[in-house]
């Protein structure tokens, strides 16, 4: 806001310029407004070997750093935090995401989990398949089974490779998911089971179903998709320049929309190893607890990290810096005070405040507000011309050509 203010302030004075009638042997007479208005912002000043514009010192008076409204501040060395922020949205992480799918051919006989979104546990059966596959292989195991038994102890090789035969049927059912139990029990009782079990294998909810009953179903395919959710992902953007700040085990705590007020803190799991070429970013991953299930995949939260720059840092107030676009440029007030222009080199920006690398040292005094006025008056100096209402040579501020006059008339 102050800075638009003294911009609007910077633009009046210099309009008002433009707009004053120049003698006719003046270096200006029959400039148009847009080249008097350069000229007076020192677009025509001087310029060293790289193009740059020479900005002369400048000496106000009190009245003359009132009325541009100049605050002061010094340069100091200490602590600097920053405040990273960003958004992102919750997901279910990818380790704790499976799939549920038969490895047979079949029909659904039943469904015992017929929705989604519905919470299962580990084990807990979620659907019955028929298969004739799986008919035909229990037969298999069965027949194997009576061949091993009816074979005499002292035929070393036939039983050999009978319990071979017996061991190999039982493997085709384990592949195919039937458990042990199941195995042992289809021995035990001789008893030929038509459909196969499918259990959940995890805790967590039911993201997705596919399937409905009576629907025949080929091996691989994805009947269920269930997550843990005691766990979240966030994945969160970050522009390039705050990734020097920002690395594996990175605290970081969110506000999320749908709990107004709650603050849910996370650590940074994974930095993602390329940088979007269009966005500038960077992805991190933040994994959050999420043991009382109130985070739910989907949700949008804002993400913040508040890291620290270091603890001894030089700095200034960020509106201390005029940015030109090719340099960067600070006022230092003199023992004197006159007013000199300093390149500096930029650091990190820390909240209201920013690193000074290079350019001015510690204890030294900088123009805080109002630089752009005081660059417009180093820039105008450089010309050899002023600003409305200054005046070079002694320094005061001074009306007007016609205010004296039209203050004469009024007082008449």
């Known amino acids: ?70 605050v002061y501040a010094p340069v100091t060395r200490g602590a600097l935090t920053r405040r990273i922020r960003t958004v992102g949205s919750l997901a279910a992480p990818e380790p704790n995401v499976v799939d549920v799918a038969p490895k047979i051919d079949g029909f659904i006989e039943e469904l015992h989990v017929a929705s989604t979104g519905q919470p299962v546990t580990r084990g807990q059966p979620l659907l019955r398949l028929y298969s004739p596959l799986l008919v035909s292989a229990q037969d298999e195991l069965l027949t194997a089974r009576r061949l091993y038994s009816s074979i005499d102890p002292s035929a070393e090789d036939a039983r050999a490779r009978a319990s071979q035969m017996l061991d190999a049927a039982r493997r ?69 320049q705050d990734m020097q700040h920002v690395a594996v085990g990175s605290m970081a705590h969110m506000e999320v929309a749908a709990y107004p007020g709650k603050h849910v803190m996370g650590r940074v799991s994974f930095v993602h190893p390329t940088v979007d070429p269009a966005a500038r970013t960077n992805r991190v991953r933040v994994s959050v607890d999420n043991s009382d299930l109130q985070l739910k995949p989907g949700m949008f939260v804002t993400v913040y990290f508040d890291v620290s720059l270091g603890d001894d840092l030089l700095s200034v107030p960020l509106d201390a810096v005029l940015f030109t676009g090719e340099r960067n440029i600070v006022f230092v007030r003199h023992d004197d005070g006159t007013l000199m222009a300093h390149d500096v080199t930029l650091g990190s920006r820390a909240g209201d405040r920013v690193q000074i690398l290079s350019g001015v040292s510690e204890g030294l005094t900088v123009v805080a507000s109002a630089n752009f006025l005081v660059d417009a008056e180093s820039r105008i100096g450089g010309t050899g011309g002023t600003m409305a209402g200054m005046d070079h040579g002694d320094h005061q501020m001074t009306p007007p050509p016609d205010s004296a006059a039209a203050e004469h008339e009024h007082h008449d």
Not at 191 to 198: M, Q, R
Not at 205 to 225: F, N, P, T
Request: include cysteine; hydrophobic fraction near 40%.
């Open 172 to 240: 085709r059912l384990e592949y195919w998911d039937i458990t042990p139990e199941q195995i042992q029990l289809l021995e035990e009782t001789g008893e030929v089971t038509k459909t196969l079990t499918l259990v959940s294998p995890v805790d967590g909810v039911v993201l997705d179903k596919s399937v409905v009953e009576g629907q025949r179903v080929m091996a691989g395919m994805r009947l269920y998709q269930l997550a843990d959710l005691t766990e979240m992902w966030i994945d969160a953007e970050i522009f390039e």
């Open 1 to 70: 806001m102050n800075k638009l203010a003294t911009s609007c302030a910077a633009m009046a004075l210099l309009l008002a310029a433009c707009g004053t009638e120049e003698p006719a042997d003046s270096p200006m007479a029959g400039m148009s407004a847009e080249e008097h208005a350069m000229h007076m912002g020192g677009g025509g000043g001087t310029t060293d070997s790289s193009g740059a514009t020479v900005r002369s010192m400048v000496a106000l008076t009190t009245d003359q750093q009132r009325a541009l409204g100049v």
